[in-house]
């Protein structure tokens, strides 16, 4: 394991119940001020997080297995990063790139047409969410290609703008009533190895989403195909070996754009820069956010140059997109994942957790399977001798293990995924107490 340092004590430590006074004194205020609508899954206020720990109001320490969903890779407060912020801050924080632009932004794109897979010539343009970034992956596939059809998959997760909760799967709580929805979006079968009751190879899952397009839609008359790599928010799905090579080059053979949403997978998290290397493709179009600035809202397009190009001087853009502290950010985040070797990082992360867990899966029978490449891990959980989703053990497990101080979140389309996300700079000690903790509530919930 590479030596990281870390600012504060990397230690689990409860010293009230959760949450505490302090915690529930703001979740009071806070119910007077903030909207219903925003959720959270953790019922404590965050004051100090660092490595892989978060430390509350009330001063218990957690270790943290979500990384503010899949965002601070390299730690909430990696010094590289927060002194890279105060650096541009004292400069300045804004001129907006559409009216005086600056070098942060330059360098950005510099290094995304770097590390994202293929050789070939790259644009990038910039922007401050994952939605916004897909949003704009549609609007360039469409321009481009001067079609208007987008094809989307079951268990996907793009976002919750207009256009991008269309392209999602799940509606609650994604969805529900805030249509109506974007149109020109087809949505296929993903590939699910668990779930595939038909045992499809990865090219014959392919070949009949294909299919479904050429009699559904007509190939000539699509724009674009999107999918995420590993199926994020839909359950950390691995698509089956073959099954993204087949979309890609029949999207090749047909002028489709595809464009690959590594926004969650992206930045080292899966062992690789990017998810699609494993699947062995070259996506025209990336969309990125999350971990590519430690902790700082920005996000990116990158991909064909001949189709960044083909869009009019004006037709993308936005006030903040690229803002020169997220720039600032990104660039010293990217340093500080090359100085430290963070994509073998997620390797060894995933050797210290994924056997561990299968034995685990071995011994007791609420694990359906365990998945996942890189620090991007999942349980998935079943009622015992079925494949039938338990979404109510799985909470059970993730709110035993938060009791414990352990931050684990649950996600998936059926909610019976339990999602590991470690910051890429934990500890092996730390990593091991938190595995510790998530066992012991599984092995619990098993017995009952
Ligand atoms: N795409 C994927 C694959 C995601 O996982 C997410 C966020 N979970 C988004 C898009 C949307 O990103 P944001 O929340 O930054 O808009």
């Known amino acids: 394991m590479t030596d990281f340092t870390y600012r504060l004590a990397q230690k689990r430590q409860l010293v009230t119940e959760l949450p505490g006074p302090r915690s529930l004194e703001w979740a009071r205020r806070r119910r007077a001020a903030v909207a219903a609508g925003v959720g959270s899954s953790v019922p404590v206020y965050a004051i100090d997080a660092d490595g892989g720990v978060i430390v509350d109001v009330d001063g218990n320490s957690l270790i943290d297995l979500g990384s503010g969903i899949a965002v601070t890779s390299v730690g909430a407060s990696h010094p590289s990063v927060a002194a890279a912020v105060a650096e541009q801050a004292a400069h300045f924080t804004h001129t ?18 770097e590390l994202t897979p293929g050789d070939h010539e790259k644009r990038s343009v910039l922007f401050n969410s994952g939605a916004e970034a897909v949003e704009n992956a549609v609007k360039i596939a469409r321009l481009a290609t001067g079609r208007s059809a987008i094809v989307t998959f079951d268990h996907a997760y793009h976002g919750r703008t207009n256009l991008t909760m269309a392209l999602t799967a799940k509606t609650m709580p994604y969805k529900a009533h805030f249509g109506p929805f974007a149109p020109e979006v087809y949505r296929m079968p993903a590939s699910y190895p668990y779930r595939d ?93 999350k971990g590519i600035a430690g902790g700082m809202p920005l996000a990116a397009v990158t991909g064909r140059a001949d189709l960044l190009d083909s869009v009019h001087t004006g037709g993308l853009g936005g006030t903040y997109g690229g803002n020169p502290v997220a720039c600032a950010a990104a660039l010293a985040t990217i340093e500080t994942m090359r100085q430290l070797g963070l994509p073998a990082r997620a390797r060894e992360i995933e050797a210290l957790t994924k056997p561990r867990l299968r034995r685990l899966a071995d011994e007791i029978d609420i694990i359906g399977e365990v998945r996942g490449r890189g620090a ?67 092995r619990s919930a098993a017995a009952r």
Not at 268 to 276: D, I, K
Not at 418 to 432: A, E, G, T
Request: proline share 6%.
């Open 376 to 442: 991007m891990l999942a349980i998935e959980l079943v009622h015992p001798g079925t494949d039938a989703p338990d979404p109510f053990t799985t909470k059970a497990i993730a709110a035993q293990a938060l009791s414990e101080g352990v931050i684990a979140l649950t996600c998936g389309t059926y909610g019976n995924v339990i999602r590991l996300l470690p910051p890429l700079v934990i500890s092996d000690d730390l990593l091991d107490e938190a595995l510790g903790v998530l066992e012991t509530a599984l």
């Open 197 to 289: 009751r038909h045992g499809l190879t990865g090219p014959q899952a392919a070949q009949q989403v294909i299919d479904q397009i050429e009699k559904q839609i007509g190939a000539d008359a699509v724009a674009a195909i999107i999918y995420e790599p590993i199926q994020g928010e839909g359950g950390f799905i691995v698509p089956a070996d073959g099954f993204l090579p087949t979309l890609v080059s029949w999207a090749k053979d047909n002028r489709v754009v595809f464009v690959a949403d590594e926004v969650q997978t992206g930045f080292a998290r899966t062992g690789e820069w990017f998810a699609s290397t494993h699947e062995g493709i070259v996506p025209d179009l990336i969309t990125m956010a």
């Open 96 to 113: 907006c790139f559409m009216v005086t632009p600056y070098e942060g932004y330059v360098r950005v794109a510099e290094a995304l047409s």
